[in-house]
């Protein structure tokens, strides 16, 4: 079947500092990967994406590697600011049908 | 360009009412799918409509059901609620049920007391 696991939360960080959120799946054929983000009392916005293996994503200072090997697709950010506080999932969507299987979510806090 | 727009933004019901969701997709979309966000969870998928007739389905009993119109636009509809229905509602559009990229409204908030 087809399934995300994340990083249990929630993270605390310093501003500036280098964030990993890990996130792993199971999936059936070649599925799309996703990360989004969801501010407090809002929807899912779309953060990146990587639609093959080795594929890196990536959009406002945060990066993810689609890494079939070892089904991962953990995400980065250099230098995080307050601004980034937030909660991020991780996602799929497999090679058929348009579902999207979400992990549980990291929440993410940055304090100045 | 607007995005995906759903109403109303919050609502609260009583346990085995019914309620009814709606769901504007972005422009240029014509697939709907309905996801159900639980405190503290990931969305969990409940269907997805394209050309007005339901495509797939998550894993939800039958008094979850909804319709899309030939505007694109879709209905949530839930009947008997319980308390257990109470979540942030999300609607997600995309280009076609073969594309793999979705984007999602605000959510309603249902609150069922």
């Known amino acids: 079947g087809n399934s995300v696991t994340q990083m249990e939360g929630p993270v605390t960080l310093s501003e500036e500092a280098f964030l990993t959120i890990n996130c792993t799946y199971t999936?059936?054929?070649?599925?799309?990967l996703f990360w989004y983000v969801q501010y407090p009392g809002e929807g899912l916005q779309l953060l990146l994406k990587?639609?093959?293996?080795?594929d890196k994503g990536s959009n406002k200072g945060f990066e993810a590697t689609y890494r079939k090997e070892t089904t991962s697709f953990h995400l980065e950010k250099g230098s995080v600011q307050v601004s980034d506080s937030a909660v991020y999932f991780c996602?799929?969507?497999?090679?058929?049908?348009?579902?999207?299987?979400f992990g549980t979510g990291t929440s993410l806090t940055v304090i100045p | 360009d607007a995005g995906v727009t759903q109403s109303p933004t919050h609502l609260i019901k009583t346990r085995g009412q019914q309620v009814t969701l709606r769901c504007s997709p972005k422009?240029?979309?014509?697939?709907v799918s309905w996801y159900q966000q639980a405190l503290g969870q990931g969305p969990q998928f409940i269907f997805q409509?394209?050309?007005?007739?339901?495509?797939q389905r998550g894993n939800f009993p039958d008094r979850f059901s909804g319709h899309q119109f030939p505007n694109y636009s879709s209905e949530l509809n839930v009947n008997a609620l319980l308390l257990g229905d109470s979540a942030l509602y999300l609607c997600?559009?995309?280009?076609?049920?073969?594309?793999?990229?979705?984007?999602f409204g605000p959510g309603t908030r249902l609150t069922v007391t």
């Open positions: 999936a059936t054929g070649y599925p799309s």
């Open positions: 990587a639609t093959k293996a080795d």
């Open positions: 422009s240029g979309h014509d697939t």
């Open positions: 996602a799929l969507s497999p090679y058929t049908g348009n579902q999207f299987y």
């Open positions: 997600a559009s995309s280009p076609g049920p073969g594309d793999r990229e979705q984007y």
């Open positions: 409509y394209y050309e007005e007739e339901e495509r």
